[in-house]
């Protein structure tokens, strides 16, 4: 089992930036695949935002490149630094987790609102 640590959200404005962070506890660094987000805006299907592999290989919805920039802080944990955030971009952020295994684990959620 894996307890993803979630921290940063909150509110900001259009043009505004915030940064996420997602630490990983029980998982051994070399069987971490990916770690990175998703969010769920209401009414929709949760979505990738950004991952990063193991190995340092990033990816990004086309919705976010440029503005968002995913990092390792350190091997277990990962942040997301948004800028130029947009009222599109309000949504439950998810830490997510795949071990080598193929098993997955998600964060709680963290929410960020972006006023226009």
């Known amino acids: 089992q894996e307890r993803l640590q979630e921290s940063g959200g909150g509110l900001v404005q259009a043009g505004g930036s915030l940064r996420l962070s997602c630490s990983a506890s029980?998982?051994?660094?070399?069987?971490?695949?990916?770690m990175g987000w998703y969010r769920q805006a209401p009414g929709k299907q949760r979505e990738l935002v950004a991952i990063?592999?193991?190995?340092?290989?990033r990816n990004y919805a086309d919705s976010v490149k440029g503005r968002f920039t995913i990092s390792k802080d350190h091997a277990k944990k990962v942040s997301l630094q948004m800028n130029n955030l947009k009222s599109e971009d309000t949504a439950i952020y998810y830490c997510?987790?795949?071990?080598?295994?193929?098993?997955?684990?998600w964060g709680q959620g963290t929410q960020v609102t972006v006023s226009s």
């Open positions: 029980r998982t051994i660094v070399s069987d971490i695949n990916t």
């Open positions: 997510h987790l795949s071990r080598d295994s193929g098993q997955e684990y």
């Open positions: 990063i592999s193991g190995g340092g290989t």
